[in-house]
């Protein structure tokens, strides 16, 4: 790991020149390879300190931020929940002001779903209005039970998305009016995903970084019992 960490640095460094955006990203995936998973939020990191804040970032409308959403979920409380096969999850996040009624939307769908998940680490990259600081931030991991793959196959045709290397995609959240019993109710009308069930979830109070683009945050998700079944990095990796 120590000769990974090393060689990347140094890509980090050739990655500062201005002809180095391409080496730096094939140089990341041949050095790294399974290890970019495994690296996760850091790898990100990584890319952000030698440049890649001017490709996330020029996309960004005023007052939007890209955030990067790393978890790993225990390959054993995935079987509890689904006892044949794997998950199929997909991230909605919470954000409230330590105000509710400054009018800040509060929830968002990644339009992104992961099939078959049985364990392993998943990054999410995305876009959402600035969470402000000291807001209360809610990542839940929900698993669609549903066996009918046209909402999300509608969600994803309709999905705003930008390729920003070979290895990472950024969507932009997709505002929900929240949920009604078994159903999340997208603000498209059109668009309700039901036979959701909540896996696990994370809750943490965002930074206040003053006028830091970035923080970070890390911690473990939690399942209905509050029992620790996965672990959860999430991060604000640039800002306009």
């Known amino acids: 790991m120590k000769k990974l960490i090393y060689s990347l640095l140094i890509i980090a460094l050739l990655a500062t020149q201005s002809h180095a955006q391409q080496v730096f990203e094939e140089a990341v995936a041949r050095a790294a390879g399974q290890t970019l998973k495994k690296a996760g939020a850091w790898i990100i990191a990584l890319c952000i300190a030698s440049g890649g804040v001017a490709v996330l970032a020029k996309d960004l409308e005023k007052e939007e931020a890209v955030y990067a959403l790393q978890f790993q979920i225990d390959p054993e409380a995935i079987r509890r929940e689904r006892p044949f096969g794997g998950a199929n999850v997909f991230p909605v996040l919470i954000a409230q002001r330590t105000k509710p009624w400054v009018g800040f939307p509060t929830q968002y769908v990644i339009p992104e779903i992961f099939y078959n998940y049985t364990g392993g680490t998943i990054i999410w990259t995305f876009k959402l209005p600035k969470i402000p600081a000291g807001g209360s931030i809610s990542v839940v991991i929900l698993d669609d039970h549903s066996d009918v793959s046209r909402t999300w ?30 159903k999340l109710q997208l603000l498209d009308p059109s668009i309700t995903i039901t036979g959701q069930k909540t896996l696990c979830k994370y809750s943490v109070t965002r930074p206040d970084t003053w006028f830091a683009r970035e923080w970070h945050t890390e911690g473990s998700l939690v399942d209905g019992a509050n029992r620790e079944i996965g672990t959860v990095r999430f991060s604000q990796v640039t800002n306009k």
């Open 153 to 182: 196959n509608n969600i994803i045709e309709k999905r705003w998305v930008t390729q920003l290397n070979p290895q990472t995609r950024m969507t932009r959240g997709i505002e929900a009016n929240g949920f009604t019993g078994d």
